[in-house]
């Protein structure tokens, strides 16, 4: 299909998400079983969880409780295509290495487990047998167990991931990096410093009372288009929502609610943003900064003036500390580099602060737009200090919001998948299983793929995942691992991980969430954790996609049996017997959050885990809620300020509204317009003015870093779009070739993927 380019400016939500249901049903194969199939998506008990976002499912569930990238997320696992040991036949690994991520996963689900065949080049069937036990011969006979990393995306259930975690520590490794150290570690750093959790601190009953909300960086309307709902009843009830982000999001501009018949047939929809700042790429924490400097003013002037302090001094008093300190900086801020900084404009800052007083109940959040930079810790500390100048934390209707990415990654961490031995509850395992969980840290992503680099990791095992395409620095990466000894890939599609691939390598095709898991004792269930720390029970409805199959507590089980040495005290054929037993052992080794697991996970609308800071309580370092003083306000200190010239751009790599991660549903991104290709660079028309590049022209993409590597992607297009001068943005993961491995989080170590210097060369005129 031609590429076609037309502003979108219809509403997100309407007929459109109605009719790209439709579409993605009838190209899976899966139009009566699927939509038959998403009539149980986040239903409890009976249904399933959706296997997209991580956002809250209300309770009780609303007749029909999906999206539509929810509904594209379950047509993909419930799809009727299958990629089978034929065709894996026909063609070989260097063939397959050529094609689009789409096509790779547009073959279908995996259907039997498969092992690389050097002679031919070729995935060839074996039996599970034989696959498990050469698996776990390789991982024995490795000379140290940091040699291998336990990988996991954040898909998995509470009870898969605490198995692995458990083969992983047992084995003798913390080596465990998960998609969280590419995506919200940034906030498991930030979070506990300034206020004690590691996680956010909101409900939907907060969202249900909360009377201004402020969005940073996340782009709702394609991410987890169900928090849409939540928006549009806060809107209802007149709350301002300010949003600040680069790209103008038409999602996060107005929203049709495809569950109400009215508005479907009027075409009415609702505005989301009342306000909308263009911040300029990386420029939070100076937007943030200034939006408190105004805050400080104004509750001088009404001071002064004998008025109700704008600051809330009894919860600064009782419940902070570091707040002079913090005011200090604030106060010593100039505006004109506040202004600078930020790309904003002094009156918007204080405009924003203006109405952000105005809330006696405001909720903060964000996505990656603060998480995936240098320095994503400062940013999100700096948002949570403008929430306690005004104590909207631990009260009903206030408090921060990661909006986490995949559906159970908040969860993994809880039941131990984290490379931090700080945060293994050691003892605890020792007690139960009778083994000394290893003193040393495990790999971050960041760390793994140095080691994958340096030779140091000799086996690399994922938990689903696509590792190889949503890391940094892609081009340099690639080639080293085929100097792996053994890499094993647990999926249900294939990608371009099991084709980038070590000497030995396996594919173990799994069930995925949607589908009955039939185990000794019946049915099982198995449970998740979302984005405010809600833990329920779910069940899946649809009939295996095929007979080879087996659950992700089967497959780690049995790798473990082949891996381990036996012992009673870890009985992995009674825990795939019943799941009620994983649960069992996971309340033993986490008791404050688990206790009677097994009943609370069936309680309507499941249960919440402990989190001190709601309450006001807070398990700092202090025993207060910390204000951090920001370290800095520069945006990216990889490119020195003195040396930055005007042709370097800063690009952020953003996701589409047709794919998840490195899943591409299709080649349309309906809200910025663009249709049948996913080769293009955003960027604003004076910039393309400045380095004379004209719309439609095709530009190869560099990084302009000095490190003696050369990284480049290419061609795309050049699009004109609402976006500040000297930002632009294009697609992820096409564009990981472009970030280089060390430019991450300083502390938090998560690829700083959405500012990226890079330079631009035109390689093919418009016509
Ligand atoms: N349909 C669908 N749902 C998904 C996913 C998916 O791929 N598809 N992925 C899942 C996962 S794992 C995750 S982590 C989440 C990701 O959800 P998001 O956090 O929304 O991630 P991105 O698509 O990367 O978009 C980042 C947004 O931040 C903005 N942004 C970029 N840089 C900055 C900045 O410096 N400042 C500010 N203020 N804004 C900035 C971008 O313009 C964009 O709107 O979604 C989850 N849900
Ligand atoms: N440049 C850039 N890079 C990024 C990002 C960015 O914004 N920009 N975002 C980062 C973020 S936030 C994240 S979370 C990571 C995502 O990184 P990953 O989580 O590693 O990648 P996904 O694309 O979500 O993985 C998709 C694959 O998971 C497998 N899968 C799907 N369902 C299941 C299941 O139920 N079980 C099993 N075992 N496997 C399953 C399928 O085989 C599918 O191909 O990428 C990161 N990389
Ligand atoms: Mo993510």
Not at 80 to 102: G, I, K, M, V
Not at 187 to 200: C, H, K
């Amino acid at each position: 299909m031609k590429p076609r380019f037309k502003p979108y400016r219809g509403p997100s939500g309407g007929w459109g998400s109605a009719n790209a249901v439709g579409t993605i049903l009838l190209r899976e194969r899966a139009p009566l079983t699927g939509a038959v199939t998403l009539l149980k998506q986040n239903r409890p008990i009976d249904g399933f969880a959706c296997v997209s976002c991580a956002w809250a499912k209300p309770h009780p569930s609303k007749p029909l409780a999906f999206c539509e990238n929810g509904a594209k997320a379950t047509a993909w696992e419930t799809t009727s295509l299958r990629c089978t040991p034929e065709f894996f036949a026909a063609h070989a690994l260097s063939e397959l290495r050529n094609w689009s991520d789409y096509q790779l996963e547009q073959q279908g689900r995996l259907t039997h487990p498969m092992r690389w065949d050097a002679t031919s080049d070729r995935y060839l069937p074996v039996t599970w047998e034989e696959a498990i036990a050469e698996i776990g011969a390789e991982l024995k006979r490795l000379d140290a167990p940091d040699q291998a990393v336990f990988y996991a995306s954040g898909r998995a259930s509470l009870e898969a991931s605490y198995l692995w975690q458990l083969l992983a520590r047992r084995f003798g490794t913390n080596n465990l990096p998960d998609s969280s150290n590419m995506c919200h570690e940034t906030t498991s750093v930030a979070l506990p410093e300034s206020i004690g959790v590691p996680v956010g601190t909101v409900t939907l009953n907060d969202f249900a009372k909360t009377d201004c909300l402020l969005i940073f960086g996340h782009n709702t309307s394609s991410n987890s288009p169900r928090m849409l709902h939540d928006l549009e009843a806060a809107r209802q009830r007149g709350a301002p929502i300010i949003t600040f982000n680069p790209l103008r999001e038409r999602g996060l501009e107005r929203f049709t609610n495809p569950q109400s018949p009215k508005q479907m047939l009027t075409g009415e929809s609702q505005v989301v943003s009342t306000h909308y700042h263009q911040v300029t790429i990386g420029g939070d924490a100076a937007a943030i900064a200034g939006i408190c400097k105004a805050l400080l003013t104004m509750d001088d002037a009404a001071r002064e003036a004998g008025q109700d302090r704008v600051l809330d001094i009894a919860f600064i008093e009782q419940h902070t500390q570091g707040f002079e300190a913090f005011e200090h900086v604030i106060r010593s801020y100039a505006w004109s580099m506040l202004e600078r900084r930020s790309g904003l404009s002094r009156s918007a800052m204080e405009g924003a602060a203006r109405i952000y007083a105005s809330g006696q109940r405001v909720i903060a959040i964000y996505g990656m737009g603060l998480t995936q930079h240098r320095h994503g810790v400062t940013s999100i500390q700096m948002l949570v200090n403008l929430l306690l100048m005004r104590g909207n934390l631990g009260k009903e209707g206030a408090g921060i919001c990661p909006v986490r990415g995949h559906s159970n990654v908040q969860g993994q961490r809880t039941v131990g998948i984290t490379e931090k031995v700080t945060q293994v509850p050691v003892e605890r395992l020792r007690e139960q299983f009778d083994f000394t969980v290893s003193e040393h840290d495990g790999t971050t992503t960041v760390d793994a793929c140095e080691g994958v680099l340096s030779g140091k990791i000799k086996a690399f095992l994922a938990l689903g995942g696509n590792f190889v395409r949503a890391t940094p620095d892609s081009h340099r990466l690639e080639p080293a691992w085929s100097e792996l000894r053994l890499t094993v890939q647990i999926a249900t599609k294939l990608n371009r991980s099991a084709l980038v691939h070590g000497e030995k390598a396996y594919i173990l095709p799994c069930l995925g969430r949607t589908e009955m898991d039939t185990q000794a004792s019946g049915l099982q269930y198995h449970t998740t954790e979302d984005s405010t720390a809600c833990i329920r029970a779910w069940q899946g409805v649809v009939k295996p996609a095929g007979s080879h199959l087996r659950s992700e507590p089967a497959i780690i089980a049995a790798l473990a049996k082949a891996t381990l040495p036996a012992s009673p005290l870890m009985d992995w054929d009674a825990w795939v017997a019943d799941y009620g037993l994983i649960r069992d052992a996971i309340a033993t080794t986490y008791p404050e959050t688990f206790h009677d697991f097994n009943t609370r996970m069936l309680e309507p609308g499941g249960f919440h885990r402990p989190l001190p800071a709601t309450k006001r309580e807070w398990s700092t370092d202090s025993g207060k809620a910390n204000f951090t003083r920001p370290e800095t306000l520069a945006i990216n200190d990889d490119v020195e300020p003195t040396t930055e010239r005007r042709d370097v751009l800063n690009l952020m790599t953003v996701r589409s509204n047709d794919q998840f991660n490195t899943t591409v549903y299709g080649y349309d991104d309906r809200f910025r317009g663009v249709y049948g290709t996913r080769s293009v660079i955003f960027m604003h028309c004076n910039d393309m003015a400045r380095l004379g590049l004209k719309e439609g022209d095709q530009v190869q993409v560099s990084t302009a870093v000095d490190d003696g590597v050369q990284r480049s992607v290419g061609p795309l297009r050049v699009t004109p779009h609402d976006i500040p001068e000297g930002c632009c943005a294009a697609y992820y993961p096409e564009c990981n070739p472009l970030v280089p491995l060390w430019h991450h989080e300083k502390k938090a170590k998560v690829p700083a993927a959405k500012s990226i210097p890079i330079t631009l060369r035109r390689v093919i005129a418009t016509a």
